[in-house]
């Protein structure tokens, strides 16, 4: 998954600030997640979050949505826990059939507006809860994480590989 990320990243021209940002956050995330209990884990982590503070929720993002990357409302993430992971499991089913992986930047619009969750929504037992039943109905590795600004926040779901890759 991180090779193909990796690979997206040099290949595609990112076009603003911030989409970098995510790209680059999302990689360092999860080479810092599979290498938890080692020491790198301890570099990896705080790299990453330094980089997500670069951030800047007032701007839209520029670059459309394409093979790897896609946005999708704050509805996505609405409604109690079962309608969550349906509506995500199902789109994830569709769209890992023609692609290896998939990013989501959820509380991004369309047009790349951020319309953010309010952050009690993003409480860190309810992720985790939603990470695993959507990484048991799609049978892939599915990373969820959550970046707060302020009482806000956006929440990527990166998934790709079979459960265990």
């Keep these: 998954m991180v090779e193909y990320i990796l690979d997206y990243y040099e290949r595609t021209n990112l076009q603003d600030r911030n989409t970098t940002r995510f790209v680059e956050f999302i990689i360092f995330k999860i080479l810092a997640e599979s290498n938890r209990g080692s020491h790198i884990y301890y570099f990896l982590e705080p790299f990453a979050e330094r980089i997500i503070k670069e951030t800047s929720f007032g701007r839209q993002l520029t670059k459309l949505e394409d093979h790897l990357l896609e946005f999708k409302s704050q ?64 049978n892939a590795t599915v990373y969820l994480i959550p970046i707060l600004h302020g009482d806000r926040g956006v929440l990527i779901l990166v998934a790709g590989g079979s459960n265990g890759d």
């Design 75 to 138: 509805d996505y993430f609405s409604g109690g826990d079962a309608d969550i992971v349906e509506r995500l499991s199902q789109d994830l089913i569709t769209k890992l059939n023609s692609s290896p992986c998939k990013v989501y930047l959820i509380g991004v619009e369309d047009d790349g507006t951020f319309n953010p969750i309010p952050s009690s929504r993003l409480r860190n037992d309810r992720i985790e809860r939603i990470r695993q039943r959507i990484q048991k109905e799609v």
